[in-house]
């Protein structure tokens, strides 16, 4: 299933670009950055519970936010790209 994961880490505070910097490196783990704090992630549910956990642990919710869109298996036709990043087929594997 495709899932948009979304954040937004205060960075002002103490830790913050550290927990920024946690963020993103575990959304790389399981997605690709579209935009600076937006991944497109190709997972299942049990991955998806995982990263959650994970990035939970991370964030400070008190002062950071975390969104999760998920588009489901038929996201193809939910998803349109306009502009300069190239677009990536989520279901090939990622080699640069």
Do not use: W
Request: aromatic content about 10%; proline content about 1%; some cysteine.
């Amino acid at each position: 299933m495709l899932v948009v994961i979304t954040y937004d880490v205060k960075t002002s505070g103490v830790g913050g670009n550290k927990r920024l910097r946690q963020v993103a490196k575990k959304c790389e783990s399981y997605g690709l950055r579209v935009q600076n704090s937006v991944f497109e992630c190709n997972i299942d549910a049990a991955q998806l519970v995982k990263l959650r956990y994970d990035l939970i642990k991370i964030i400070n919710a008190s002062e950071d936010s975390l969104r999760f869109y998920r588009l489901g298996n038929n996201y193809k036709s939910k998803v349109e790209h306009i502009g300069t990043k190239d677009t990536f087929d989520l279901d090939e594997p990622l080699i640069f």
